[in-house]
T-cell receptor
Framework: RKEVEQDPGPFNVPEGATVAFNCTYS??????FFWYRQDCRKEPKLLMS???SGNEDGRFTAQLNRASQYISLLIRDSKLSDSATYLC????????????FGTGTRLKVLA | DADVTQTPRNRITKTGKRIMLECSQT?????MYWYRQDPGLGLRLIYY???????NKGEISDGYSVSRQAQAKFSLSLESAIPNQTALYFC?????????????FGSGTQLSVL
């Protein structure tokens, strides 16, 4: 089982739609959680950190469920510019490195 | 100006050649990382450095070496490039003094080994 798993998509949605992505992680002792956005052949950019209490940034809402070991990202009122790959990132509780990346979920917002 | 700068942006080389990818940062972060990204595999850690005197192997360090010349500079070398090292390479930094500790990436180097 992969340490961080995401549905690769693509999710094809019309403009204005609401879309949700989930990510599961295997290590219950993981400490920090993030969503990054990556455009094709570009560097990942931090979208938001994810907290147990849930957090919102404009049209984006992230949730963490530690009991079920999953993280979600909700995008409301999708824009064409939201088309990208969304990476779930989890920090390891111990070991030789800190950040574990999912393979990403690709979103296409259609006009 | 980019906070994390990678050079070159693109490189094509031949099997057996020695290649160096360079990374510099103006963020003042102690921690620096090298990742490679392959389609369908996500980002994988090659090497990381938590300060100038600290170098650690990541999950896929074979065939690579690094040098931390200063707090701001972290170079990745491919001693003898092979075709399966063709990938998109990213340098990243983080600041352990901030919580949660976020990763900041350079714009990447696309390396092709023929």
């Amino acid at each position: 089982r992969k340490e961080v798993e995401q549905d690769p998509g693509p999710f094809n949605v019309p403009e204005g739609a609401t879309v949700a992505f989930n990510c599961t992680y295997s290590n219950s002792a993981s400490q920090s959680f993030f969503w990054y956005r990556q455009d094709c052949r570009k560097e990942p950019k931090l979208l938001m950190s994810v907290y147990s209490s849930g957090n919102e940034d404009g049209r984006f809402t992230a949730q963490l469920n530690r009991a079920s070991q999953y993280i979600s990202l909700l995008i409301r009122d999708s824009k064409l510019s939201d088309s990208a790959t969304y990476l779930c990132v989890v920090t390891s509780a111990s070991g030789t490195y800190k950040y574990i990346f999912g393979t990403g979920t690709r979103l296409k917002v259609l006009a | 100006d980019a906070d994390v700068t990678q050079t070159p942006r693109n490189r094509i080389t031949k099997t057996g050649k020695r290649i160096m990818l360079e990374c510099s940062q103006t963020k003042g972060h102690d921690r620096m990382y090298w990742y490679r990204q392959d389609p369908g595999l996500g980002l994988r850690l090659i090497y990381y450095s938590f300060d100038v005197k600290d170098i650690n192997k990541g999950e896929i360090s074979d065939g690579y070496s690094v040098s931390r010349q200063a707090q701001a500079k972290f170079s990745l070398s491919l001693e003898s490039a092979i075709p399966n090292q063709t990938a998109l390479y990213f340098c990243a930094t983080s600041d352990p003094g901030r919580s949660p500790e976020k990763l900041f990436f350079g714009s990447g180097t696309q390396l092709s080994v023929l």
